[in-house]
């Protein structure tokens, strides 16, 4: 089993929809939860963290962690085009030098 | 504003060739990482190096070698390149415990 589970999509939903990514993690020792956001030819890039269970929001985004589940989910409100891109859950396991475990990405696409 | 680049975009090789994959970081970070990301399996980390000559195995080494010479530098080394290590290769540097700086990665073909 994957220490991070994360469904591969491809998703596709039309302009205005909120989108719902979800992720599932087997380790109750994980402390940092994250998204990062990965734009075709580029590198990923971190687009939000939580630290906790609980609810983080910036703007359009939602990021969730429910740890007596370990499920991680992040919301997207009125989706836009310049949303389309791969989405990765990650989380940080401690005294390993700063490791990352990320799922497997959720690709995203949002058509006008 | 360039934190993090990597030598070549694209590289094709042949089976049997050693390859030289290159990261430098602007950033003074100590921490560097080399990852493969292929299709469904996500990236998956190969080597880390937390300082200067130190390094530390990831999930999938075999096969892989680095070299950490100078803060700023951190190679990822195919010692004898075969088609499975067809991929794209990302290199990050790491700015705080959640965040890592991330390269543009280089899409390796192996034929």
């Known amino acids: 089993q994957k220490e991070v589970e994360q469904d591969p999509g491809p998703l596709s939903v039309p302009e205005g929809a909120i989108v719902s990514l979800n992720c599932t993690y087997s380790?109750?020792?994980?402390?940092?939860f994250m998204w990062y956001r990965q734009y075709s030819r580029k590198g990923p890039e971190l687009l939000m963290y939580t630290y906790s269970s609980g609810n983080k929001e910036d703007g359009r985004f939602t990021a969730q962690v429910d740890k007596s589940s370990k499920y991680i989910s992040l919301f997207i409100r009125d989706s836009q085009p310049s949303d389309s891109a791969t989405y990765l859950c990650?989380?940080?396991?401690?005294?390993?030098?700063?490791?990352?475990?990320f799922g497997q990405g959720t690709e995203l696409s949002v058509k006008p | 504003d360039v934190k993090v680049t990597q030598s070549s975009r694209y590289l094709v090789k042949r089976t049997g060739e050693k390859v030289f994959l290159e990261c430098v970081q602007d950033m003074d970070h100590e921490n560097m990482f080399w990852y493969r990301q292929d299709p469904g399996l996500g990236l998956r980390l190969i080597y880390f190096s937390y300082d200067v000559k130190m390094k530390e195995k990831g999930d999938i080494p075999e096969g892989y070698s680095v070299s950490r010479e100078k803060k700023e530098r951190f190679s990822l080394i195919l010692e004898s390149a075969s088609t499975n290590q067809t991929s794209m290769y990302l290199c990050a540097s790491r700015q705080t415990s959640y965040e890592q700086y991330f390269g543009p990665g280089t899409r390796l073909t192996v034929t």
């Open positions: 990650a989380t940080r396991p401690l005294n390993q030098g700063g490791k990352l475990i």
């Open positions: 380790n109750s020792a994980f402390q940092y």
